[in-house]
């Protein structure tokens, strides 16, 4: 019982994560205009429709619903909560067009919605399929770590930042703009190259703890190939030669930081130097030191919004995930956090003295509250990657706990007058 509720807990998380990223790719750039409600709009969205449909429009409306569907298809079999979210996403379809006429950057059409609803009802139809034809017909399994929340979190950060704005595009230009710098201009960043190679191996092993069966070996690799194949189809992102060979180099180094306390040392070492050499790159120092910011956050007010956002999806994953690691090697979470802080603190100090570089309070900050909030998600007796991963049950291959030897094979008594006979 645990087990279940703990899967549709997950579940309901993930929908409201879809729910929210669905209002946030309609409503971007978000050029909010105050705007009168009235039966025109209303009329007008019900009648619109493009002269000329795209494929690209198309299969982008029913892409964006799908994964709805997924989910709804996840939270059960029965037909009267299948009729709910269906009529919850036809209704959340056509209110997210309607709210486009308080912004003029986006226009409102009665196409969109109905492709949106074609897509949610697609996503029920094959989580309905992928639901009856798994294991005996169960509901998708969850496993039961204490440690899944930090670890997913992290992994969703790196997806989030490799897709950032998160707004799917499938416009022939947009993705001749993001391969350019792969295939018309590629240049060789011996410190980027670090940095990507170093951040795919910490993601490849955070896939241990997250909630997904089997995301190891060649599914694994699949996955992250997957992820950096579709960064193109979201707008204005770019795949230069330093991403490619960066996740080259961790698909090949892969087996030698998969599992293991040695290799579990040397992942936080190579991740500690990739810090530092990104940190203080390109390695020129100015003879004057510069001033430090102690107001939090304060450098991403300075620049566009979209890169500094994307900027800090990038250092929570990487901050973040140096905290996980230290816990995954025994250490409690909170003094992770303090001891990832200082080192930040320090390459953030010699900043001070690297023309470009903005010397702040936030990369530290940053550390600490990752200890912090892995140790609420890790919550309770189980404060560490380690002894969580101990205390967890053996498992059914079917995902259901196994019973402990004594409730699974009573031992008899013996016949009286008869010692037993140690086992």
Known sequence: MADACSGESKIRALMLAVWVLIAYGSLFPFAYVPHGASWADLRTLLTAWPSRLSSADVAGNV????????????????????????????????????????????????????????????????????????PGGRRWPVENMPCWAPATALLLAWVAYRWFPLVPSLDPQNLKNGLKPLLLAPQWDGVRVLHDATAWLLWLRLLRYAPLRGMTGARAALAALCIVAAEPFFWGNTVSLSNVAG?????????????????????????????????????????????????????????????????????????????????????????????????????????????????????????????????????????????????????????????????????????????????
Request: proline share 8%.
């Open 63 to 134: 892409l964006l619903f799908m994964p709805l569907g997924l989910l709804a298809a996840a939270r059960g079999r029965h037909g009267g909560r299948r009729l709910a979210w269906l009529a919850a996403g036809i209704a959340y379809a056509w209110g997210v067009q309607y709210l486009q006429f308080w912004f003029p950057s986006r226009v409102p059409s009665a196409s969109d919605a109905w492709f949106n609803t074609a897509g949610l009802c697609a996503g029920l139809l094959v989580g309905d399929l992928a639901r009856r034809l798994g």
């Open 247 to 423: 996740l080259g180099i961790a698909l090949l180094l892969r087996p030698l930081f998969a599992r293991g306390p040695a290799s579990l040392g040397a992942l936080v070492l190579l991740l500690v130097a990739s810090l530092v050499a990104s940190g203080l790159a390109p390695w020129t120092f100015e003879a004057a030191a510069r001033g430090f910011r102690w107001m939090p956050f304060a450098g991403m007010l300075d620049g566009s919004m979209y890169v500094n956002t994307a900027a800090l999806a990038e250092k929570c994953f990487l901050y973040g995930g140096l905290v996980f690691l230290m816990g995954d090697g025994g250490m409690r979470f909170r003094p992770a956090g303090a001891v990832a802080a200082v080192l930040l603190g320090g390459i953030e100090l010699a900043q001070r003295w690297v023309p470009g570089r903005v010397a702040e309070i936030t990369d530290p900050l940053l550390a600490v509250m990752a200890g912090m909030l892995f140790a609420a998600l890790a919550t309770g007796k189980h404060p560490t990657v380690r002894t969580a991963r101990k205390a967890s049950p053996p498992r059914e291959p079917d995902g259901t706990a196994r019973p402990p030897h004594d409730a699974a094979e009573p031992r008899a008594e013996p016949p009286p007058g008869r010692a037993a006979v140690p086992s």
